[in-house]
């Protein structure tokens, strides 16, 4: 189906395991987007990507990884997690960086 | 200080009535304002966004920028009950447009009550 997908939609894990979220959209929109989202804080951005092979970091990209080797694709690492990664992921895509931006479903993380 | 404030609410307005969701800025030269919806559960979605100082109308929906005062708001007329969700002010800071690093507030919860 087309537009953005995450997976999985929700992921248990143990602190200091690596853990790899998907995101996937078929528009071939240039921008990506990753977010986390925890009560108290709002969404958070982390990373974001501007084409493919292009990264750059958030407000919050300590402890994540991402790259974008194709442009549908753009995964998020969670190199060794620890319980403050607990959090609902958001991926997100645009055509441009003047246009809206659409949400994936969320990824419900927790770390234990 | 935040860098977007919102009243976490919940705001209760009775059906059909006007709803006023606010949020101030701290980012003088902030370029870009946006409003988005988002149901218990479910992933944002955009309403509005504003560049413009004034009012600019969709629908029911009115939002309103201040740069001057450093807030925008968003207005809902003829509320329903289908409008109850949280809503979530985004602004981009001054070095970008569009919706680059987006910094978003808590949200403000509204309830419509029938």
């Known amino acids: 189906d087309a537009g953005i997908t995450q997976s999985p939609r929700y992921k248990i894990t143990e602190t200091g395991r690596q853990v790899t979220l998907m995101c996937h959209q078929t528009?071939?929109?240039?921008?990506m987007f990753w977010y986390r989202q925890d009560l108290g804080h709002g969404l958070r951005l982390i990373y974001y990507?501007?084409?493919?092979?292009?990264?750059d970091k958030g407000e919050v990209p300590d402890g994540y990884v991402v790259s974008r080797s194709k442009t549908e694709n753009f995964p998020l690492t969670l190199e060794s997690a620890t319980r403050s990664q607990t959090s609902v992921y958001f991926c997100?895509?645009?055509?441009?960086?003047?246009?809206?931006?659409?949400f994936g479903q969320g990824t419900r993380l927790t770390v234990v | 200080q935040k860098e977007v404030e919102q009243n976490s609410g919940p705001l209760s307005v009775p059906e059909g009535a006007i709803a006023s969701l606010n949020c101030t800025y701290s980012?003088?030269?902030?370029?870009?304002f946006f409003w988005y919806r988002q149901y218990s559960g479910k992933s944002p979605e955009l309403i509005m966004f504003?560049?413009?100082?004034g009012d600019k109308e969709d629908g029911r929906f009115t939002a309103q920028l201040n740069k001057a005062s450093q807030y925008v708001s968003l207005l809902i007329r003829d509320s329903q009950p289908s409008d109850s969700a949280t809503y979530l002010c985004?602004?981009?800071?001054?070095?970008?447009?569009?919706?680059?690093?987006?910094?978003f507030g808590t949200g403000t919860r509204l309830l419509v009550s029938p």
């Open positions: 997100a895509s645009s055509e441009s960086k003047n246009t809206e931006a659409f």
């Open positions: 528009w071939s929109h240039s921008y």
């Open positions: 990507s501007a084409a493919a092979d292009i990264t």
């Open positions: 980012d003088r030269g902030s370029q870009s």
């Open positions: 504003i560049y413009s100082n």
């Open positions: 985004a602004v981009n800071p001054r070095e970008n447009t569009g919706f680059q690093k987006l910094v």
